[in-house]
């Protein structure tokens, strides 16, 4: 990943950048778009969308001197069209959704968003006797979504380095509910991320009494933000600088709901597409490239 001051130096965030701080509008240009629709990819709901995000969506259209309107999706699939149709500008996604947005409508990577603990875990009861993930051979896990990072893809080639290849147990996608059916015996193990674990799991003080970790996987990736490629590159690496220059208020704003606590000690940083191959490779290993492509 490309540390802020390299990026600098090669030239590419030369637009502009003098009025991020003083409340200027972004340089004039005829890309210069009339508002940005911003959409996230795990939160359907103009409510939900509005009480996650109204304070960044606020504070970043401060800084840009810009309208920035929140347009709620119901998943990365919905804002794919959206993108396509031009009738959305900017994403937070996850990596994994990034790449399933860049394959389908040629979205670009803008901005990433650290987490020092972000990396998939593999649980199961302490009183099931499974400690490798060989165990969970005709077994059946209950992982997130499809196409999440931590909580599917990863996990998927975890096992696959393991010697488990899908086919050999059963999968529940069950979003939240992973860690009750592992607790009620509906599952024999449940991933997702180290976040997730914190809160379902450290919190309640199930660690080690009901629940155990039995692998982890190499850190993932940054969460980041997306713009349409059509906006044109002079207003993207404007508004790529607007945003880094301004990175401590947005991230100030962005962890202030309590959906977005996992942010708290996180950073913007620069970031390209190479940084998410580790990604891409995974998708590729467990069979699921053409999702990418």
Not at 1 to 14: H, Q, V, Y
Not at 33 to 55: H, M, Q
Not at 260 to 280: G, H, P
Request: charged fraction near 20%; aromatic fraction near 6%.
């Amino acid at each position: 990943m490309l540390n802020r001051r390299t990026f600098l130096t090669c030239g590419l965030l030369a637009l502009a950048s003098c009025s991020a701080t003083t409340g200027l509008p972004l340089a004039a240009s005829s890309e210069r778009p009339e508002k940005l629709r911003f959409a996230v990819t795990d939160i359907s709901g103009l409510t939900a969308l509005e009480e996650s995000f109204g304070p960044f969506r606020d504070a970043l259209a401060d800084i840009l001197s810009l309208p920035v309107e929140l347009l709620p999706v119901d998943n990365y699939s919905a804002a794919a069209p959206a993108m396509l149709a031009n009738q959305l500008d900017f994403v937070m996604a996850g990596p994994s959704e990034y790449l399933l947005l860049r394959a389908r409508a040629k979205a670009l990577p803008l901005v990433g968003i650290t987490r020092s603990d972000y990396y998939t875990l593999v649980m199961t009861r302490v009183d099931s006797g499974i400690k490798l993930l060989a165990d969970l051979r005709g077994k059946t896990i209950a992982m997130r979504a499809e196409g999440s990072t931590a909580g599917h893809v990863i996990p998927t080639k975890m096992l696959l380095d393991a010697g488990v290849a899908p086919d050999e147990y059963d999968v529940q996608m069950l979003d939240r509910e992973g860690c009750e059916a592992l607790r009620s015996g509906r599952v024999d193990a449940w991933t997702d991320s180290f976040s997730r674990y914190i809160e379902l799991v450290q919190e309640p003080g199930l660690n080690g009494t009901e629940i155990e970790v039995i692998a982890k996987s190499d850190p993932l990736p940054p969460d980041l933000f997306l713009v349409n490629s059509n906006l044109g590159e002079a207003f993207i690496e404007t508004l790529r600088s607007q945003i880094l220059d301004n990175a401590s208020v947005l991230m100030t704003a962005l962890s202030s709901s309590e959906a977005n606590a996992k942010y708290l000690d996180s950073d913007m940083v620069l970031v390209r597409d190479a940084d998410y191959q580790m990604l891409r490779d995974s998708y590729y290993a467990i069979g699921q490239g053409s999702a990418i492509e």
